[in-house]
DNA sequence: ATTAGCACTCTATATTATAGAGTGCTAATA
DNA sequence: TATTAGCACTCTATAATATAGAGTGCTAAT
């Protein structure tokens, strides 16, 4: 797919993005002849330039501007002239001391995820809360409301929590309803929601008319939780956004209003993590993606975690101007991932 | 306080500050002459402008433009000018109709509460979620985890559930803690948080030993309840900024970005929601109030929202320009707020 | 193959000019 | 005495113009 590039070629679109990146202003070729390890004039520099921007790597803003990355510039920096900085040993341990994971409440560790990463990075930190399709039922709790309305409390493993008001067909006491989540509790051990419809069904014989009704309820509960995490705000977690709006290409006022309408529906990130979740390690989308292009000038860095037992669970990523600083913040998000594996 | 102004004042304040909440202009003496109901000339306007400047109801942003309200001039025209419009039966049906309360899940009411009231209104809702001090707990339930966490859900009357992780200092068995549980909801029943500490203790005679850790856990979680609800998601509810980003006053950058900012930080507008919550009725907000002084330009109107049994349980509000539509926001908020006690 | 030199293009910024809205004051009017 | 027409004045917002400078592509020389 990608072209191949000469070493000079590559280090001008090199340079050039580098630069890119730290002032967010068009490079010219009189700045790079001066700055990168090549020792040429900045008319050569020029001729080298042209011909990458015929290449689709560069693009002049207009005739006689310097030269901005295009969004082939960055992915061809990223995959073949990019070394990422390595977090040092005691960068790492500083970040893992700093989560306070006492409680085990993984809504309080995500949200913790994604400060930790906002201050690192110093972009928009988003984070996929963990699948609970695979995670296995510990138990389930009938509470009574009142009259026509019960709690079903649901709790996986990992310290997911999951609580659910559902109607009931008749009034239950609550003495009743232990009995059944007693009952209930013994058959669904171990399992998860995948398997549970079955086991529940087959575990029940006799009593199964007497709760018929909460069977149901629940049953349909797994459903939703499985499908979809009902409340988009336990779902996605996103940092803080003005780390985004500080940046440049985000001072001005139509460009910062276009930014917080994609914000506002969480549809957009919520797929794009929810696909990375899917692949393994990082992946990064840029600019003009067909999967990302609502927003013209972002890239979003996505990396999955999962727990030890290996399948996917939950993915988290990075949202910078397409400009980002890529060297530090893949390994950012990597190690991020890495660490909520550990923890989850 | 207020100083009295003779009817032709107050028909010039009320022209300038009904014309500029329209525009957002500054207000000339011309317009004034021509479309308010008192029949003079632009010269005479002129003079009784001149006055209200002098009293500091209105503002000249600089020499030889019109006038612009002032804080004071808004206090004015809301306590003594303003004639607020009623919602029709019709409407009042819509909304309420529109507002799906099977669920009984107190999150998805607010949340409704919150989308209602912006589509009402174009102006940003904030409600506060209701007090739990008072709340009757309903049923408290221990569930284990795993060797060293526990999980004890918490559930209040009007379907307030609240999940929380304790520390275990032994390896119970679910068996035993459901006893526990069994034992505790015998005698919880009908209390609210506030007496809780000391039935519990009263209650609890021989078992005391055997069940110490759990009860300490579940007392410091009460206090953690009442004092505060420990996660602001649940506590405060931000309906969408796009409507206030597209109001006039805010169409710059700089003004944009110190309103991003306020709104980060969640705590000036809990403040502020927690101060109505102590009131009666609708409570208003302006400009450069000592209570609300960290964002010029910005009103708040607040209500608060209460169950049929009497006390304050929580607040609404709506966030808009000081030059915001009174007439229609106020009955909006208002009529939200008793919609929220009938439901609730 | 590389580079110095140069004419050219385009933007960004500052400068100036112009139009218009709104005022305060004064003198005339009812 | 209260009101108003008239007018000179102030200030902003917009447009028009000028200037500087950054960066280019091309050509001819090295």
Chains 1, 2 share one sequence.
């Not at 900045?42 to 005739?63: D, V």
């Not at 039922?137 to 709690?151: A, G, M, P, V």
């Not at 399948?311 to 600083?325: D, H, K, V, W």
Request: net charge neutral.
């Amino acid at each position: 797919m990608e072209e191949f590039l000469n070493e000079r070629f590559q280090e001008v679109l090199h340079c050039i993005i580098e630069e890119y990146i730290v002032t967010a202003n068009p490079v010219g070729s009189k700045f790079i002849a001066g700055k990168c390890s090549l020792n040429l004039s900045s008319a050569s520099i020029r001729n080298i330039m042209a011909s990458l921007e015929e290449k689709g790597y560069i693009h002049q803003p207009y005739f006689s501007a310097g030269r901005v990355p295009t969004s082939s510039g960055y992915k061809f920096y990223i995959n073949s002239i990019l070394k990422t900085k390595k977090i040092s040993k005691q960068q790492k341990e500083e970040i893992r001391s700093s989560f306070n994971i006492s409680g085990r409440d993984i809504k309080k560790i995500l949200w913790q995820a994604v400060h930790l990463l906002s201050e690192i990075s110093h972009y928009m930190p988003i984070v996929l809360a963990p699948e609970r399709t695979y995670a296995n039922l510990l138990h389930i709790e009938f509470i009574k409301l009142d009259k026509s309305n019960l709690l079903v409390v649901t709790v996986f493993d990992g310290g997911i929590v999951d609580n659910k008001i559902i109607g009931a067909d008749r009034d239950y006491t609550q003495a009743e309803l232990s009995k059944y989540s007693a009952k209930l509790n013994e058959i669904i051990n171990g399992h998860n929601i995948d398997e549970l419809k079955d086991v529940i069904l087959k575990g029940i014989d006799k009593d199964r008319e007497s709760f018929f009704s909460l069977l149901n309820g629940i049953i349909f509960n797994f459903d939703l939780v499985k499908n979809k995490i009902e409340n988009e705000d336990d779902y996605l977690y996103i940092g803080s956004r003005m780390n985004l709006f500080d940046e440049p290409e985000f001072s001005n006022y139509e460009k910062i209003k276009s930014l917080i309408k994609a914000f506002e529906d969480k549809k957009t990130i919520i797929k794009l993590l929810e696909l990375a979740k899917q692949k393994e390690g990082i992946h990064i989308f840029i600019g003009s993606d067909t999967e990302w292009s609502d927003i013209n000038g972002l890239s979003v860095i996505t990396a999955s975690y999962h727990s030890k037992k290996g399948f996917a669970e939950g993915s988290i990523g990075l949202i910078g101007p397409s400009r980002m600083n890529y060297a530090m913040a893949i390994p950012a998000v990597n190690y991020m991932a890495k660490l909520l594996c550990d923890i989850i």
